[in-house]
Structures are given as structure tokens and as C-alpha cells.
């Protein structure tokens, strides 16, 4: 299947068609052998031609790039990252998120990442090593500070760590309470730069 993608690229193949059936082949190919599937969709995405034989049009690799990017962004990828995290939600209660572990670590992640990347800008800037991006200003800066208290996999890793042997109830109260944290932040601080940034930002 590799060689028939690679003839494909050479020939200049602009379709999608021929390297979707080819690569399907190859997908369950690859699967049936045992090895991760994944590594079909790299070999896939390495033989899609890169340039464009017109030079006012996208490549192939573009254009699927492009339009796959709201799928993966928004739906793929998390329901990846919940289904591999060994997050689950039953027996979960409104009260568990009142309980110490829970409220400090959504509170970390809303007050406390927004707080150290924040002063960290603001003193990025006031000693003269960068400047604010053109179009924003420091409620836009305090929107995006915000939206960096969203934390998953990095976070469920270090709170596995830390809360190592604690027992069930507070591996709970971790994964409550990060999911929790990023929820309200991502939603308050896509709020804020809703607010604060222009429909369009000037182009530099």
C-alpha cells in the first residue's frame, strides 16, 4: 500500500478519493498486524503531497488539513483525551465538589494559573521584553491568562501522583475537581475575550 501511495505523490495525484482507498486499506491492514493503527495515518499523511501543482491553490495536505481542523479540535480530540484519561463520573455527587481536594484544585487552576501568567505578562511587559500584540489590550491578556486554568491530562497526571495510595475518594475528588476548574475557566475566559477583543483584529 506504501508503494501505491508513493506512486500517487509522484504522479501528482490531486483527488482525495485514490489516497482515501489506499489508506483505508492500509489503516486495517496495519491493525490486523497488531501494531498501532496509528502509525497508517502517519504513513497516510506522508505521502499526500505537500505542494500544489496549481500555485493559486491549496495542496491536497492543506486542504485536508484545513477541513478536518474543527472536527479533531472540538470533537475528536477530547472525546480521546476523556475516554484515555480513566475518568469516570458515576456516584458523582454536588456535594463532592464542596469537599477540600475538589475546591483546591479548581480554585488553583482558576485563581492561581490566572495569577502567575498573568503578573508573568504584565512583567514581560513593563520591563521591556515584549510588547502587547496589536489589537490587545490587558483584559484581553487577563482572558487568555484565564483560559490557560484549563487543565487535563498534565493535571489528572500530577494529581495521580501526588494523591498516590490516598485511596478512591480523593483520586475523585482530583478528577472533579480539574474538570470543574477547567470547565469555569474556559467558559470565563472565553467570556472575557469576547468582551474585550475586536470582531477582527488589524492585520500587522
Known sequence: MTVALLALNR??????APYRFF???????????GVHATLAGDALAFFMPLRAGD????????????????LVAFA???????????ITLKDVTAAAMLEPVALGIA?????????????ACWLTVKLGFARLPRGADWRSMLGVSVLCGMGFTMS?????????GAGSEYIMQ?????LCGSLVAASFGYALLRAS???ALPMR
Open 55 to 70: 500555485a493559486r491553490s491549496n495542496s491536497l495536505l492543506r486542504r485536508l488539513e484545513h477541513d478536518l481542523r474543527p
Open 107 to 119: 480554585t488553583g487552576l482558576l485563581v492561581g494559573k490566572t495569577a502567575g501568567v498573568f503578573l
Open 197 to 199: 477583543l475586536p470582531r
Open 174 to 178: 482530583t478528577r472533579l475537581g480539574i
Open 76 to 86: 475528536v480530540l477530547p472525546l480521546f483525551a476523556f475516554a484515555n484519561a480513566g
Open 23 to 33: 489508506g483505508l486499506i492500509l489503516w486495517v491492514s496495519v491493525l490486523k498486524s
Open 156 to 164: 489528572l497526571f500530577i494529581a495521580g501522583w501526588a494523591f498516590d
Open 11 to 16: 504522479l501528482g495525484a490531486a483527488r482525495l
